[in-house]
């Protein structure tokens, strides 16, 4: 039997399919505007596991089978075998057996490797504690529809070291681009993400000096779920790093400002930035929808 590829990391990809997918992201999304019907996954069936509560996963998950002629099965923990103490391995098999694809939104990664390891169909990494790849998928066509390649770009990412801040680094050194993070000490990317990704990944304390320049600036919020008790001294620790007025500023006059949402405006985006002429978040947002169905394309067809 060929063994099925997965998603878990952007590493997964070559540069090349994970530009050929943009490209074809590109194109679904304007079939969807011209309305013609494509359906080749019609009869296949995608399991969705959630560990953690989604919107925007959830629904283009849902909504690019449903457009693509298959389905899409909702599991959670609390309705399946999962909670109750089977082994993941285990679920892994038995889920696999059964449907054409498994997607994980998950607070370990480990869940997600584990599950890879032992399906006989593709695993996409719907988000773990340490990776969001399908969250850049959405980004970066998002930057190509607007701005063609981002080879030699300059892109800032403001505030956590977290799991998006880490699939940003992953898609520099994959696409050529140059990344600059400003976080503050003891909210760092992993240390071996950072060595592998060096030549194209630079750490800062202070957020003007890495937004100088840059075509994008991507945030997030400060405190992700499951870290809310963390909140206040979240909120001392990032209160140097929202992204407002004055950081766009020493960005390039046409640069870009992202977000994955749900924003806090008003806490690491003010509102006039989000809501203003840079925002292009809302694309992003509904990209997604256009970025995954070319990735289950590419993974299930």
């Not at 000096?209 to 075509?215: E, Q, S």
Request: net charge negative.
């Amino acid at each position: 039997m060929v063994k099925p590829r997965h998603f878990i990391t952007l590493n997964d990809l070559s540069a090349d399919e994970l530009r050929s997918i943009i490209q074809r992201a590109i194109e679904l999304k304007k079939m969807r505007v011209d309305g013609i019907i494509h359906e080749p996954l019609k009869n296949k069936v995608l399991a969705m596991i959630f560990e953690k509560s989604s919107t925007r996963t959830r629904i283009s998950f849902e909504t690019g089978m449903t457009q693509f002629g298959g389905s899409a099965l909702f599991l959670s923990p609390r309705d399946t075998q999962l909670g109750r103490g089977e082994p993941i391995a285990d679920s892994a098999r038995v889920i696999s057996r059964m449907v054409d694809g498994i997607m994980l939104r998950t607070n370990n990664h480990e869940t997600v490797t584990t599950f890879a390891s032992n399906s006989k169909v593709p695993v996409i990494n719907g988000l773990t504690d340490r990776f969001h790849p399908c969250q850049l998928l959405a980004d970066l066509q998002t930057w190509f529809e607007l701005r063609g390649d981002i080879k030699g770009k300059r892109v800032c990412w403001v505030g956590d070291g977290n799991n998006m801040c880490q699939s940003y680094m992953n898609a520099a050194k994959l696409l050529d681009f140059q990344l600059t993070i400003a976080c503050p000490v003891g909210y760092e990317p992993e240390q071996a993400l950072l060595s592998a990704t060096a030549s194209h990944v630079e750490l800062f304390q202070d957020a003007k000096l890495a937004a100088r320049d840059a075509d994008l600036v991507v945030t997030d919020v400060w405190a992700s779920m499951g870290q809310e008790e963390e909140q206040k001294v979240r909120e001392q620790a990032f209160k140097e790093y929202q992204v407002n007025s004055a950081l766009m500023s020493v960005a390039k006059p046409d640069a870009l400002f992202m977000h994955c949402l749900p924003a806090h405006r008003g806490e690491e985006v003010s509102p006039e930035v989000l809501d203003g002429k840079q925002s292009v978040v809302w694309d992003e947002a509904e990209n997604r929808l256009h970025a995954q169905k070319a990735l289950l394309e590419f993974l299930m067809e």
